[in-house]
T-cell receptor
Framework: QEKVQQSPESLIVPEGAMVSLNCSFS?????SIWWYQQHPGKGPKALI?????GNKKEGRLTVYLNRASLHVSLHIKDSQPSDSAVYLC??????????FGAGTRLKVIA | GPKVLQIPSHQIIDMGQMVTLNCDPVSNHLYFYWYKQILGQQMEFLVN????????KSKLFKDQFSVERPDGSYFTLKIQPTALEDSAVYFC????????????FGPGTRLTVL
């Protein structure tokens, strides 16, 4: 059974700061990892995904995957108040399902 | 961008009654999912549905749960009978394919079982 752990649980940063979010997973065979953003009362929205070891950059977002250490991180550059939300890490296993972490609650203060 | 719609947004029913949650997925998507999220807790996978079949289900997908998508209509989650522990927000999602394809989530249906 895949387990996904996210840290920190919550984070408060000033506008313009670099934000780093962490996600650890248990199955080295996990085939892809997605990061989602969820605002209160809304469904999650996919931000960025990664399938291979290494990093991937899209706009202000960079994701790093290290399969050896079963760890993936999301970095948000130049954070904005509109980035305030819960960030979810979702790991796809070999079967037809995704396992979500409990999330990191981010607040960016203007 | 593509939108997934869910009807109703909120449903209140008495324990033991049947409830059907409706999802209108993105029109050309082929994979459909239901997730359960209890307030303040983790998003939990319930079921993955493709080509008229359940591809994968979790332990949370009890015998009282069923899913279907009759041609061209809503993707539905039916719970019969409901229990108090079924109270949660249920999210529907759809994707064009499996694996590398993004899941698009609906806004959720808040189910309250009294």
């Amino acid at each position: 059974q895949e387990k996904v752990q996210q840290s920190p649980e919550s984070l408060i940063v000033p506008e313009g700061a670099m934000v780093s979010l962490n996600c650890s997973f248990s199955d080295s065979a996990s085939q892809s990892i997605w990061w989602y953003q969820q605002h209160p009362g809304k469904g999650p929205k996919a931000l960025i995904s990664i399938f291979s070891n290494g990093n991937k950059k899209e706009g202000r977002l960079t994701v790093y995957l290290n399969r050896a250490s079963l760890h993936v991180s999301l970095h948000i550059k130049d954070s904005q108040p509109s980035d305030s939300a819960v960030y979810l890490c979702a790991v796809r296993g070999g079967n037809y399902k995704y396992v979500f972490g409990a999330g990191t609650r981010l607040k960016v203060i203007a | 961008g593509p939108k997934v719609l869910q009807i109703p947004s909120h449903q209140i029913i008495d324990m033991g009654q049947m409830v059907t949650l409706n999802c209108d997925p993105v029109s050309n998507h082929l994979y459909f999912y239901w997730y359960k999220q209890i307030l303040g807790q983790q998003m939990e996978f319930l079921v993955n549905f493709y080509n008229g079949k359940v591809m994968e289900k979790s332990k949370l997908f009890k015998d009282q749960f069923s899913v279907e998508r009759p041609d061209g209509s809503y993707f539905t989650l039916k719970i019969q009978p409901t229990a108090l522990e079924d109270s949660a927000v249920y999210f529907c999602a759809s994707s064009l394919g499996w694996g590398v394809y993004e899941q698009y989530f609906g806004p959720g249906t808040r189910l309250t079982v009294l």
